[in-house]
């Protein structure tokens, strides 16, 4: 498959009005393929929602770009107008936010704020934007799309709001969908039906899939590659099925690991609750060498001195890692 969306080399600083500044991304490159669904997988903090942020050129006022392109079907977004960017955002790339209650204005219904993206994009009658909404109510799972129309966000589950948000994102059929934490707020239940809910987008209309969690079991049998983040940097990438049979990276490792466990934890009330030892390393002022070499059991003298190449130990994985080369 071609790949639509390339990453090269993305620095991303935050600077505060007080306070040091925080590298926020530190050379991050990633590629994604038309219609393949790419999960990126890592702990709070290590710069997962600034790469989805990056990627439609809504940073906050106070970070910088300072460094990499983003290229998407062949053009470069980081020299793009902000005009020819709204035309883009909504249209070609779109978002489901992390929090659809925070997302979705609490004095429109349901149906109008939908109608808003197609205003915005297509040139449809009002007529045609409704049967539009009704349509795309009816793709995400409800079976009285008139009763949802007519809702207001707070006259709806959780569930329900996630399932309008995600009609909001793909409702001018977008070739690139970032879905920021989709099934973090929702029951195990309905995070299944979220996750059928987008395998079934992709499959109907190729769309390409990037999606953000901190759990690696949201990605088995959905995620096609995974990619790896730790304190701005993509540690480890590798087909869903290769990082769950064999993780190459110390880290990765650890998090298939914890999710391993917290399945049994949550039959044993007694076990003990799984985690990584150690804390992430402060943002403002990062090791030179692996960031995670001071909770790395397997560290080496070198993880302390400089940061490790990308290794291609076997064919279609990448990790950035002392143990597979010099």
């Given amino acids: 498959m071609a790949n639509f969306v390339q990453i090269r080399d993305l620095k991303v600083t935050y600077a505060p009005e007080t306070g040091a500044p925080v590298r926020a991304l530190e050379g ?13 997988l890592g702990e709070s903090g290590c710069g997962k929602s600034t790469l989805a942020s990056a990627l439609l ?28 960017l709204r035309a883009i955002r909504g249209k070609e790339v779109s978002m489901i936010p992390q929090d659809p209650a925070l997302s979705l204005n609490p004095v ?6 939908i109608s808003e993206v197609l205003r915005a994009h297509l040139p449809l009658t009002a007529k045609q934007r409704r049967e ?18 007519a809702a207001y966000p707070h006259q709806l589950s ?4 996630q399932r309008i948000a995600i009609a909001q994102a793909i409702s001018c059929v977008p070739a690139l969908l970032i879905a920021d934490e989709p099934t973090s707020k929702l029951d195990a239940s309905l995070q299944t039906e979220i996750v059928a809910l987008l395998s079934r987008i992709r499959q109907q209309h190729g769309t390409a899939i ?15 590659r995974i990619a790896v983040m730790y304190a701005g940097r993509i540690v480890e990438v590798g087909s869903t099925a290769a990082i769950f049979r064999k993780s190459l990276h110390p880290y990765t490792q650890a998090l298939v690991s914890i999710a391993a466990s917290t399945l049994v934890s949550a039959t044993d009330t007694k076990a003990p609750l799984p985690a990584i030892a150690g804390e992430s390393p402060d943002p403002t002022c990062v090791p030179l060498g692996c960031r995670f070499e001071p909770r ?3 560290r080496m003298e ?9 290794f291609i130990p076997e064919p279609a994985r990448l990790v950035s890692c002392f143990k597979y080369g010099e």
């Fill in 28 to 40: 991050v490159s990633l590629e994604i393929a038309r219609g393949e669904i790419v999960g990126i």
């Fill in 57 to 84: 050129r809504l940073l906050p006022p106070h970070a910088t770009c300072e460094a990499g392109t983003i290229s998407i079907d062949g053009r470069d977004l980081m020299q793009l107008s902000e005009r020819d």
């Fill in 108 to 113: 429109m219904t349901a149906g109008s704020q």
């Fill in 132 to 149: 539009r909404v009704m349509e795309l109510l009816r793709e995400v799972g409800f079976d009285s799309p008139e009763e949802i129309y």
């Fill in 158 to 161: 959780g569930g329900q709001r």
């Fill in 210 to 224: 990037l999606v953000i969690s901190h759990d690696p079991s949201l990605f088995a049998g959905f995620a096609d």
């Fill in 296 to 298: 790395c059991a397997e």
């Fill in 302 to 310: 070198a993880c302390s001195i400089r940061y490790p190449a990308e």
